[in-house]
């Protein structure tokens, strides 16, 4: 399967950089794929989850709050406000990143109404990693 460079980066710096199979983002208009060749486009990101499929076909999930991407044929790049990475190997560092979703989920509430689903696909991350 082909894969492409997935940039994900904040005002803090760089979440995530790495070659992928796919990626699903929270768009504006609703959740969308993006695989390699996909036409190239700029868009708005709602908060929610980008779920990455990494090229051992495993998938690591980001929380996102908002932002834009700009993808291309060959790379996606995303710029948002605020990320917390939903991913670790030990059960305190997944406690951790788990404690830093609900921080932006938190800082968010407010101004989205589509924050319970946020936070259920969180819990669901959650326990899958457990």
Request: charged fraction near 25%; hydrophobic fraction near 50%.
């Amino acid at each position: 399967m082909d894969k492409f460079k997935l940039e994900i980066l904040t005002p803090n710096g760089e979440i995530f950089n790495d070659e992928v199979l796919s990626v699903v983002l929270p768009g504006e208009e609703g959740e969308f794929g993006v695989l390699a060749g996909h036409a190239s486009l700029t868009t708005l990101l709602d908060a929610g989850v980008v779920d990455v499929e990494k090229e051992d076909k495993s998938v690591e999930s980001i929380l996102i709050n908002w932002g834009v991407v700009q993808v291309d044929e060959e790379k996606v790049i995303v710029l948002v406000e605020g990320a917390a990475p939903i991913r670790g190997t030990t059960e305190s560092e997944i406690a951790a990143a788990l404690d830093d979703a609900k921080k932006l989920i938190e800082d968010i509430a407010d101004a989205n109404p589509a924050i319970a689903a946020v936070s259920a696909k969180i819990e669901s991350a959650a326990q899958n990693l457990l």
